[in-house]
């Protein structure tokens, strides 16, 4: 892969090693299977949301292992990205779940720039009969 290589995202664009395919594990896989498998997929989606939000390129290491009742689990997830994005804000609302920050950060990332974070384009509905 060339130094020119990057990731564009939106208005975003990233040259991190692990968000376009080089970093340090053989293939996707072998990083699935070493990191991404250890955390939920609400935590997954918040690490990388965070990350383009702040418009970093924070690598996801397991420095140990997740406890595995979700309770414990939860709560390990939730200091880690505190932790590791104290500068956001917008994650100490974090209560119960990751999905309506999940939802907020997706909202804000990809609606129109200027707009409401909360703003929902109309459906053109098409009636056939």
Do not use: C
């Amino acid at each position: 892969m060339s130094t020119k290589d990057s990731l564009k995202v939106g208005s975003y664009e990233f040259e991190s090693r692990l968000l376009i395919g080089t970093g340090k594990y053989k293939d996707f896989e072998d990083y699935s299977k070493n990191v991404l498998d250890k955390f939920s997929q609400e935590f997954l989606a918040l690490w990388y949301l965070s990350n383009f939000k702040t418009k970093q390129s924070l690598e996801l290491v397991l420095k140990e292992n997740p406890p595995l009742d979700s309770d414990e689990s939860f709560e390990f997830e939730k200091a880690y990205l505190l932790n590791e994005f104290s500068d956001l804000d917008s994650l100490s609302d974090i209560n119960e779940k990751f999905f309506n920050t999940v939802s907020s950060f997706s909202k804000e990332l990809w609606t129109i720039e200027g707009k409401d974070p909360h703003y929902k384009p109309p459906i053109k509905r098409v009636k056939f009969r």
